[in-house]
């Protein structure tokens, strides 16, 4: 696997993660539970975009450093 596809992957991973401590603060603060369905819907469409969008920007960053 390239590295900057194993970078976009593990953005992602980051993303979905991060979505899945904000729905847990969200319980543990008096939410009403949404079921494990809906969070690990979440999630998993958290991890994608990020993913994509990770993907998609990492040669304007990568560019950005060298000027």
């Given at each position: 696997m390239r590295p900057h596809r194993k970078a976009s992957l593990l953005w992602g991973a980051v993303g979905g993660m991060a979505?899945?401590?904000l729905v847990q603060g969200y319980h543990l603060l008096g939410g009403q539970f949404v079921g494990v369905?809906?969070?690990?819907?979440?999630?998993?469409?958290?991890?994608?975009?990020?993913?994509?969008?990770?993907?998609a920007v990492r040669p304007r960053l990568t560019e950005s450093e060298r000027t």
């Open positions: 979505f899945l401590a369905t809906p969070m690990v819907a979440g999630a998993v469409g958290v991890l994608v975009a990020t993913t994509a969008i990770a993907h």
